[in-house]
């Protein structure tokens, strides 16, 4: 092949420029990947003098037929975004244009320039191609502009048969973002798990009010992922989800309320205070509610009214019990404890049932103020000593630290009797597992604990308890995911399961029974009712 004369060259493009000649051009480039890179840059910078209707499309030839020589000369495209920025209405003209058959780094340009102008071509390119790889560009490219003239063009392709197609037009209209965007997106929901967690990760992100109306919605859910993964968005969204949550309180779906104060105790926000303290003024029929909302209270600071929660030791429920004990630790004051010490000065059943649930609960501050009273210290020698030894030792040495030491001398635990039966139990609440504690402890068994579902399946790979109870709505691993894991090693007969739980939900109970376990209960429960569950197994 003869030498290439490059002064030649760069005649010709001039030349060929004044005359329009763009076939004559595109020969002459061609030639580009055999000259010196000097040439190279001296030839792109004649064909950028030429009008922008002759230059665009040979920079375009040049990107889509020589990518070699593209990918090496990066002035070939910074010239290419230099004429449509000088003039982007050409832009709309060249998407326009039937023959620039592909417009790839057009579709791009009009994305990075967020081009509103160039949207209605963009629909129209869209309707009318064939070719996915380039309709999911431009689905991406219309969501990077962000028009809300493109919304309805891209809920059709939430329905699309092509899941890239798909998962692209959500991610579309996540960028969009008004009110519209996000009800085509929540109407979406509902067939599949992946899609539902994108469009609620969208949700999150946005936070407008449509959107924070539909994380709290998906609190309703039929599906414990998804109530799980939208109470962790609330919670990581905080406060501005407040008010929303504070109105659910209002519902008469327990477990839509239970969820809900789930929520509002992680997010710690004083506004809830009143409101929850409201919904205890109410007295609600389901102990869950009443165990939930006490809970909640345990994590907010309580200025005033705190005294209201000396009520919660005289629940019907146990658990109840034990919630309030908790919150009234967490926000302890003389006047609390002069309540509760009016409620165990008559020394009767109450008294020695509020005690009981005093040294179950850990509650060190309400221990430790009641302890230099004679009638206490009486009260809590019938339960102390028959309690679980971890719980015996750990009073024992605050005893000890705090000056009772004469009192501590007097505990002395029940000697072990045999080898107990070990009964796994996994909540991620650390009350519930203080319960499970003190509850199977009674039974007279040794409660195995864990708060996190990794651990207890980890456990369970050498170890071979008599029966697990498990909580359904944990963190990153539910109830039904580890009893689907347990079941890879332990059959149903080998390891029983029993869910023990505040929802009484058919999806989750289905969900539940289909990853293996045996049985489900509600709570709250109590030694006799865990008993029977239990002895149905064992």
């Not at 070939?76 to 790839?104: G, H, Q, R, V």
């Not at 969204?237 to 109105?247: C, E, N, Q, R």
Request: glycine residues 4%; charged residues 25%.
């Amino acid at each position: 092949m003869a030498e290439l004369n490059t002064q030649h060259m760069v005649e010709e493009i001039r030349d060929n420029i004044k005359t329009g000649d763009t076939l004559k051009t595109k020969l002459v480039l061609s030639h580009l990947g055999d000259v010196d890179q000097k040439t190279q840059n001296r030839l792109i910078y004649e064909l950028s003098r030429g009008e922008v209707s002759f230059t665009v499309p040979i920079l375009l030839h040049l990107m889509n037929e020589h990518v070699e020589i593209v990918d090496a000369l990066p002035i070939i495209k910074e010239t290419l975004l230099s004429n449509l920025l000088a003039y982007p209405e050409m832009l709309i003209e060249f998407l326009s244009d039937t023959s620039i058959k592909d417009k790839t780094h057009l579709i791009h340009v009009a994305g990075e320039l967020r081009f509103e102008e160039a949207v209605p071509a963009l629909l129209y390119l869209v309707a009318n191609s064939q070719d996915e790889p380039e309709i999911n560009l431009i689905i991406e490219t219309l969501g990077l502009i962000g028009d809300p003239q493109a919304i309805n063009t891209l809920t059709d392709f939430l329905y699309a048969a092509n899941r890239d197609l798909i998962i692209t037009a959500i991610q579309a209209l996540g960028l969009v973002g008004t009110p519209t965007a996000m009800h085509r997106l929540a109407e979406r929901m509902g067939t599949d798990n992946e899609i539902d967690y994108m469009i609620l990760s969208i949700f999150a992100d946005v936070q407008d009010p449509v959107s924070l109306e539909k994380l709290n919605d998906t609190l309703r859910s039929h599906h414990a992922h998804m109530r799980i993964y939208a109470k962790q968005e609330l919670v990581r969204i905080g406060a501005k989800s407040v008010p929303a949550l504070i109105d659910n309180l209002l519902h008469d779906d327990p477990d839509f309320v239970i969820h809900t104060l789930n929520v509002l105790g992680d997010i710690k926000d004083e506004s809830a205070i009143m409101p929850i303290r409201k919904l205890l003024g109410r007295d609600p029929k389901n102990a869950n509610i009443r165990f939930a909302a006490y809970e909640a209270l345990a994590l907010l600071p309580l200025r005033k009214g705190a005294y209201t929660l000396t009520a919660g030791l005289t629940d019907r429920e146990d658990h109840v019990c034990v919630a309030a004990a908790r919150a009234i630790d967490r926000n302890y004051s003389d006047i609390l404890t002069a309540g509760i010490k009016n409620l165990l000065r008559s020394m009767d059943d109450e008294a020695r049932h509020i005690t009981k649930i005093i040294v179950n609960a850990q509650v060190d501050k309400v221990f430790l103020s009641l302890m230099p009273e004679d009638f206490f210290q009486e009260l809590a020698l019938i339960y102390l000593p028959h309690t679980h030894q971890d719980t015996l030792k750990h009073y024992i040495e605050i005893l000890n630290a705090n000056g009772f030491e004469d009192f501590a001398r007097k505990l002395k635990g029940e000697e072990e009797v045999g080898t107990k039966v070990k009964v796994v139990a996994v909540d991620d609440s650390r009350m519930i597992l203080n319960i499970y504690k003190a509850t199977l402890h009674e039974l007279g068994f040794e409660p195995v604990l864990f708060e996190f579902p990794v651990t207890a399946i980890e456990w369970l790979q050498n170890e071979k308890p008599a029966i697990v109870l498990t909580d359904l709505n944990m963190p990153e691993i539910t109830g039904i995911m580890m009893s689907a894991e347990i079941r890879k090693k332990y059959s149903a007969e080998e390891l029983p399961i029993i869910m023990v739980t505040t929802q009484n939900e058919v999806n989750d109970n289905e969900a539940a029974y289909a990853a293996g376990v045996n049985k489900v209960m509600q709570k709250p429960f109590n030694a006799e009712t865990l008993k029977a569950a239990m002895d149905e197994y064992l």
